[in-house]
Nanobody
Framework: QVYLRESGGGLVQPGGSLRLSCAAS????????LTWHRQAPGKERELVAS???????NVADSVKGRATISRDNVRNTLYLQMDNLKPEDTAVYYC??????????WGKGTLVTVSS
């Protein structure tokens, strides 16, 4: 069974930073593409960033220059460093493993609130 557990969310002021973590188990972590998605209140879930097994990264235009995705294949952990946070970054952030064993796997999410 694949388990994904996000952590690191919280309340942060505009301009602040957070590092989100996603601890994974039940899969051969280093072989999989991993992603971060987010869902803001009243909006659809959107892709924030992805990283392949080779370490190739991609980030959404909305966070480009402010978000860095990385992975630790020893600790089986995915990270998302978010800097210069804006109120529009407020959302629940989800860790995702796409297309594994015929389906996508999701964590339960961690809430990021950007507010003064």
């Amino acid at each position: 069974q694949v388990y994904l557990r996000e952590s690191g969310g919280g309340l942060v002021q505009p301009g602040g930073s957070l590092r989100l973590s996603c601890a994974a188990s039940g899969l051969n972590f280093r072989l999989n593409t991993l992603t971060w998605h987010r869902q803001a209140p009243g909006k659809e879930r959107e892709l924030v960033a992805s990283i392949t097994s080779a370490g190739i990264t991609n980030v959404a235009d909305s966070v480009k220059g402010r978000a860095t995705i990385s992975r630790d294949n020893v600790r089986n952990t995915l990270y998302l460093q978010m800097d210069n946070l804006k109120p529009e970054d407020t959302a629940v952030y989800y860790c995702n493993v796409p297309n594994l064993r015929g389906r996508d796997f999701w964590g339960k999410g961690t809430l990021v609130t950007v507010s003064s």
